[in-house]
């Protein structure tokens, strides 16, 4: 059974940073993409940031460059997402996915998910 778990989620102040992590098991994602994805009340679910498997490739949304780093080990089949100067607006639900096809360009791409963790980023 394959499971995505996230964490380093929690509520901070504009302009702090925080670091998501996201941990797989009962498959090794080593040779496919993995992403983080984020939605916010109200808005669906949009696409932050992917990353190729070896890493090589990586997509950023463009509300998030330059603030967000995205990166992986896959030696612990684990992906994270390094968020700095936090805004209000990156207030959202930050999801892990990973993806079974060699090529991940969209939501619909990503075969698994994970449950979740909350950002709140205060003003």
């Known amino acids: 059974q394959v499971q995505l778990v996230e964490s380093g989620g929690g509520l901070v102040q504009a302009g702090a940073s925080l670091r998501l992590s996201c941990a797989a098991s009962?498959?090794?994602?080593?040779?496919?993409?993995m992403g983080w994805f984020r939605q916010a009340p109200g808005k669906e679910r949009e696409l932050v940031a992917t990353m190729s498997w070896s890493g090589g490739n990586t997509y950023y949304a463009d509300s998030v460059k330059g603030r967000f780093t995205i990166s992986r080990d896959n030696a612990k089949n684990t992906v994270y997402l390094q968020m700095s100067s936090l805004k209000p607006e990156d207030t959202a639900i930050y999801y892990c996915a990973a993806s079974s096809h060699l090529v991940a360009s969209t939501q619909r791409a990503y075969d698994y998910w994970g449950q979740g963790t909350q950002v709140t980023v205060s003003s």
């Open positions: 009962g498959r090794t994602f080593s040779s496919y993409p």
